[in-house]
T-cell receptor
Framework: SQQGEEDPQALSIQEGENATMNCSYKTSINNLQWYRQNSGRGLVHLILIRSNEREKHSGRLRVTLDTSKKSSSLLITASRAADTASYFCATDNGADKLIFGTGTRLQVFP | NAGVTQTPKFQVLKTGQSMTLQCAQDMNHEYMSWYRQDPGMGLRLIHYSVGAGITDQGEVPNGYNVSRSTTEDFPLRLLSAAPSQTSVYFC????????????????FGPGTRLTVT
């Protein structure tokens, strides 16, 4: 079964707006990652946050992790049309398996 | 570096046929994995390998075999294709840190779109 569930399933915004997507997971984790997938392509790693971290930044990306609620959020600030993609969270518990969520489809309109 | 390469890009099989999806990486990554992606299901782990000669099952291993005879290659074999195996298949790899931990930051191939009729 899936470890992570993203919310919302789909999100549409205008360029310049912020996009927030959430990931909830079921069991304890070592790390949580976010990936982007452009239509018809492989996934690209965006950012990794460890279980002892609460917030991480990378460019226009901000990721938070709340292990007490078993949830994470990905914020993309000042969205661009090129950010249009599906976004997935993925978790591991140190047992050599990376388990992905079901994804959020983000559409950014120019 | 070519990164992670997968062949073929597209494949159509008839029920009962067998085939091998190829995956290769030139980054000397120890960890390699296979996922399938179905609409609304995200990615599901089929099999993975932490090094040459070592493989293990993921979430959905039934109907698939793997082997890892070299660091570079990790082929996925469909023994007797079924319509339920119609999917997009992704291979991925990652590396160990100097301390020996697998980073889990995965590098993905472009995928193989498989249709079983």
């Amino acid at each position: 079964s899936q470890q992570g569930e993203e919310d919302p399933q789909a999100l549409s915004i205008q360029e310049g707006e912020n996009a927030t997507m959430n990931c909830s997971y079921k069991t304890s984790i070592n790390n949580l990652q976010w990936y982007r997938q452009n239509s018809g392509r492989g996934l690209v790693h965006l950012i990794l946050i460890r279980s002892n971290e609460r917030e991480k930044h990378s460019g226009r990306l901000r990721v938070t992790l709340d292990t007490s609620k078993k949830s994470s959020s990905l914020l993309i600030t000042a969205s661009r049309a090129a950010d249009t993609a599906s976004y997935f969270c993925a978790t591991d518990n140190g047992a050599d398996k990376l388990i992905f969520g079901t994804g959020t489809r983000l559409q950014v309109f120019p | 570096n070519a990164g992670v390469t997968q062949t073929p890009k597209f494949q159509v099989l008839k029920t009962g046929q067998s085939m091998t999806l190829q995956c290769a990486q030139d980054m000397n990554h120890e960890y390699m994995s296979w996922y399938r992606q179905d609409p609304g299901m995200g990615l599901r782990l089929i099999h993975y390998s932490v090094g040459a000669g070592i493989t293990d099952q993921g979430e959905v291993p039934n109907g698939y075999n793997v082997s890892r005879s070299t660091t570079e290659d990790f082929p996925l074999r469909l023994l007797s294709a079924a319509p339920s195996q119609t999917s997009v298949y992704f291979c991925a790899s990652s590396y160990r840190t100097p301390s020996g931990a697998i980073t889990y930051e995965q590098y993905f191939g472009p995928g193989t779109r498989l249709t079983v009729t």
